[in-house]
């Protein structure tokens, strides 16, 4: 049974949009795609700006119980840690689902139809596993089935409380213990332990958590179990310089460094965050083709700092993004900050351009968590889109000429209309289909606190 | 004939918000507010965060027709200015004042109950003076009658086309000849001979455009005439380096030495942008008790830099914002732009509290306009108020304790509900009472490309 979708306006990879757009769906694919053309009967007709559902390379979904608690203080990343902590160790999973499954709402709405769980609360109070040890993986999948989100679950080895400057790794303190499954053979065997649900849009990944959390015999270890089950894999990279400085005065290399001499980086990899790199980190990633999720509004809400991405990319690194803290959850903001904070940085224009942006929202996601031919509007690819209004006070004005730059220096997670994830529609006039999302993301949080 | 609002929760000022908050309204002015009070029998009910409008400082309004189609380039603020120029040079009053209603209609739906119009564009193709001298300002003026919105129609001083080296004044280009009366005292004449409409929420200010535009001694006429009348003084403040470097070449001072050496520094001067000071310059600032005006969404688009918003606020300086050039229209951008960008700058957190973003987002941009009791919710105050939903994705969970820092930190534009202006609902439910805004939009930015 095909679906006919006729867009008025679509952006379809260039810097202007295309009007007069057919989409064929089948079996949650595009399986025809058709630009210039009049609508067909029986055509659903898709007002605004269609473009492919953006990509959420980085998310930890229970940070969004912090928004509005953590960012008036002052203090720095480390003390922000602190206060996360607080609220990972009130989690299970009954309570883990409820939330996950609010905030990827929140994500459907934003038009968000991708996400990147980046995975590491795995076990009960004191590391003790649940009966599944893979309780809480398997709260956040079907948190993602519940609301129809697409989810690589990136699931995260995490050993130490980080590492002393004789190279030896610290002890783990109570909280952390819920992360670690004790080494790396460890790790691989729970998580090739994860089921995916059947006819779920689904997938897993796998993680190191950072140099700080994975010694690099482990990290090694893990880069092996990764490529061997073709397996994307990710890692926090030099988000903080403190990182760096403990990095070096331990293992003599920077992380991005330490991660290549260890196996980790190539196509599959992503970097997320690089934020404090030197030029031969830069070199490293992007002479190994890999992928580099920038977090913006996260790096700025934590005075991470700004990334190099017009000199990652020119180096041959990818680009993608994320919501990591949930501070915000509008990954127009993302794309714009990259170019934004670049400016404030460089005090000039014009490093990335408005279809650069939006490509890395898009397909950038998609190749980072698995899906090699999602995150485009093309024959072939899965048949997730979304569409934005362009007549709100915000977009209107723009027309076919300004609508892709308007997409991303203008709009906002409230002009998403309608959202469909592998050929269903989830979000109809910026309302889920079947969750109250408001409602669930005020219990789901309060219950925290 | 009194109203009666009972707001479930309400900001008053501190770092948490007040509930069971009543405000009596007569004559458009706030007579009597009590806190921690049961809703009264014939009260009319706010819901969610009830807080003061939100006082747009700094507007040029026919940028908003820029949104979209300059922000992809590369290039500088000079670049941009020249695009800018373009749509100058295509408006007469009838279209500015179509467009500038469209654009006071956005503000008012984003919580803007009060704007400040930085107006230099007075006269005709090739500086000719319509036959009203006043027609473009008068069209602002009712522009901002029709919608409902409180203006300061700042009246704006602008005579040459720069400064050489030598520190003489260079030619007006033809579209800077619309702009100049040709002198100071013509300027004054003019300005003294705009007509506010009867009963509309609006006051006249003065502006000098920058240290580039106006000479010296101009802007000590400029400064006297403002003083003896009463009048809030604005200029633009260093914005830029290369207005720094070309009035130290020509007057071996700074700009803000030059504003301070010719009388304009006083409480009510407002430096608009302030971002490239030196100390000296943050004490003169400071010293002089006078309003420094961030607009930091436009200088992160404009790559202008992030101005010194600690040191000024230490050194003595009110802070205000201004969207500006309306790239975005969204005050909650602008208010945690201030510290996030700070936090870019430092890597370092809690900069300013967001009780004092909010201020600066309400009380201090009252100040800075010439309303002195306004923006706040107290007695004696206008009764110019919001709400904020604290029930859609982006507010949910906040409660009582998080509604302050989430208003500032994740609230957008688009979640205010209900806006009142002088005592008249203007905003219900998140549509303008009077006016198709996103439609007027529409029509007003495509007449003019």
Chains 1, 2 share one sequence.
């Not at 608690?69 to 602190?82: A, L, M, P, V």
């Not at 224009?349 to 698995?370: C, D, F, I, Y």
């Not at 309302?431 to 789901?444: G, K």
């Amino acid at each position: 049974m095909t679906d006919l979708y006729w867009s008025e306006l679509a952006w379809l990879g260039g810097a202007t949009a295309e009007a007069g757009v057919l989409i064929e769906v089948d079996g949650g694919q595009i399986i025809r795609l058709q630009a210039g053309v009049a609508s067909p009967a029986g055509a659903t007709r898709l007002r605004g700006l269609t473009m492919p559902g953006l990509v959420n390379a980085h998310s930890h979904a229970f940070h969004r119980a912090l928004r509005g608690r953590t960012h008036g203080g002052e203090g720095s990343f480390w003390t922000w840690r602190e206060q996360m902590y607080r609220v990972a160790e009130r989690l299970d999973p009954d309570s883990y689902h409820g939330l996950a499954r609010a905030v990827f709402g929140e994500m459907l709405l934003a038009g968000i139809t991708c996400v990147g769980e980046f995975h590491y609360l795995h076990h009960g109070p004191g590391g003790v596993p649940y009966d599944d040890p893979n309780a809480m993986g398997a709260a956040l999948l079907a948190a993602a089935a519940d609301v129809g989100i697409r989810i690589t679950l990136l699931d995260t080895c995490y050993l130490h409380g980080g590492v002393g400057a004789d190279g030896a790794p610290l002890a783990l303190n109570p909280v952390q213990q819920r992360f670690s499954d004790g080494d790396a053979d460890s790790f691989a065997e729970r998580a090739a332990a994860v089921v995916v649900p059947p006819g779920a849009a689904a997938r897993t990944g796998a993680a190191v958590h950072s140099v700080r959390a994975v010694d690099p015999a482990s990290i090694g270890e893990v880069a092996r179990w990764a490529g061997a089950a073709g397996l994307p894999l990710h890692a926090h990279v030099s988000e903080q310089p403190a990182e760096n400085e403990q990095c070096i005065a331990a293992h003599h290399l920077t992380p991005s460094a330490l991660l290549a001499e260890h196996g980790a980086l190539g196509p599959d990899f992503t970097a997320v965050h690089a934020t404090h790199l030197s030029g031969v980190d830069i070199g490293l990633l992007g002479n190994s083709g890999c992928t580099c999720c920038l977090c913006p509004t996260t790096e700025r809400d934590l005075a991470d700092g700004i990334g190099p991405a017009r000199l990652l990319r020119a180096a041959g690194a990818g680009l993608a993004l994320g919501t990591d803290s949930h501070a915000v959850i509008d990954l127009f903001e993302e794309a714009r900050g990259v170019e934004l904070d670049e400016r404030l940085a460089t005090l000039g224009r014009g490093h990335h351009p408005p279809e650069v942006l939006l490509a890395a929202a898009t397909a950038g996601g998609a190749r980072s968590l698995g899906w090699p031919t999602g995150g485009v509007l093309a024959a072939g690819a899965p048949a997730d889109f979304i569409t934005l209004r362009l007549d709100t006070v915000r977009t209107a004005g723009a027309g076919r000429d300004a609508a892709v730059a308007t997409a991303v220096f203008a709009a906002t997670s409230c002009d998403v209309r309608d959202v469909v994830v592998a050929g269903r529609q989830v979000v109809e006039d910026g309302v889920h289909v079947s969750l109250d999302v408001p409602a669930t993301l005020a219990a789901a949080v309060t219950a925290l606190w």
